[in-house]
T-cell receptor
Framework: AQKITQTQPGMFVQEKEAVTLDCTYD???????LFWYKQPSSGEMIFLIY??????QNATEGRYSLNFQKARKSANLVISASQLGDSAMYFC????????????FGQGTELSVKP | DTGVSQNPRHKITKRGQNVTFRCDPI?????LYWYRQTLGQGPEFLTY????????KSRLLSDRFSAERPKGSFSTLEIQRTEQGDSAMYLC????????????FGPGTRLTVL
């Protein structure tokens, strides 16, 4: 069963506008972590933001925020004030358990920012 | 902090040849991970080490694949008798041992098997 689902293969956004990238997950473990990574055309995976399953507040890192809805098992990434340099693939990932171990990635969403 | 480094960045080989990739993690990170990424897909987990111990291996890691981290620092991933289906980007990541476990990735090694 797919553990991480990203239903938007591609998204377009106008420069300076906000955009939401969707991610839903599936796990029976009460302790887990959710991550978003950015992968530009150069190929390197860049860590953006983290949300723990027990965190009470939604995570924020600069222009990135994570809209965590635990009951719906969704962890959407919100990018505010989009910039041309935000054009890239974005991957949602999950780590099951409190520590350690592998990340399970979704299929990714390709974001294109239009000037 | 120089980040995670991987060598070589690109490797072209003929089917049936053996290849070896190297990963140098961030110096204070004791966890090291290998992933494989094919075009249009997210990375898939292959294996991970905590210090020199290999703690988990994916079913994707056939017996042609072997990974080592002999001194708990750098790691090597060897693929024996390469097949065209092995063509992919091989990503290495490292992390500290803590609950958040954010993993920092290297630039990857792109393998092309002809």
């Amino acid at each position: 069963a797919q553990k991480i689902t990203q239903t938007q293969p591609g998204m377009f956004v106008q420069e300076k506008e906000a955009v939401t990238l969707d991610c839903t997950y599936d796990t029976s473990d009460p302790s887990y972590g959710l991550f978003w990574y950015k992968q530009p055309s150069s190929g390197e995976m860049i860590f953006l933001i983290y949300q723990g399953s027990y965190d009470q507040q939604n995570a924020t890192e600069g222009r990135y925020s994570l809209n965590f809805q635990k009951a719906r098992k969704s962890a959407n990434l919100v990018i505010s004030a989009s910039q041309l340099g935000d054009s890239a693939m974005y991957f949602c990932a999950m780590r099951e358990g409190r520590q350690g171990g592998k990340l399970i990635f979704g299929q990714g969403t390709e974001l294109s920012v239009k000037p | 902090d120089t980040g995670v480094s991987q060598n070589p960045r690109h490797k072209i080989t003929k089917r049936g040849q053996n290849v070896t990739f190297r990963c140098d993690p961030i110096s204070e990170h004791n966890r090291l991970y290998w992933y494989r990424q094919t075009l249009g897909q997210g990375p898939e987990f292959l294996t991970y080490f905590q210090n020199e111990a290999q703690l988990e291996k994916s079913r994707l890691l056939s017996d042609r694949f072997s990974a080592e981290r002999p001194k708990g620092s750098f790691s090597t991933l060897e693929i024996q008798r390469t097949e065209q289906g092995d063509s992919a980007m091989y990503l290495c990541a490292s992390s500290k041992e803590r609950s958040r476990n954010e993993q920092f990735f290297g630039p990857g090694t792109r393998l092309t098997v002809l």
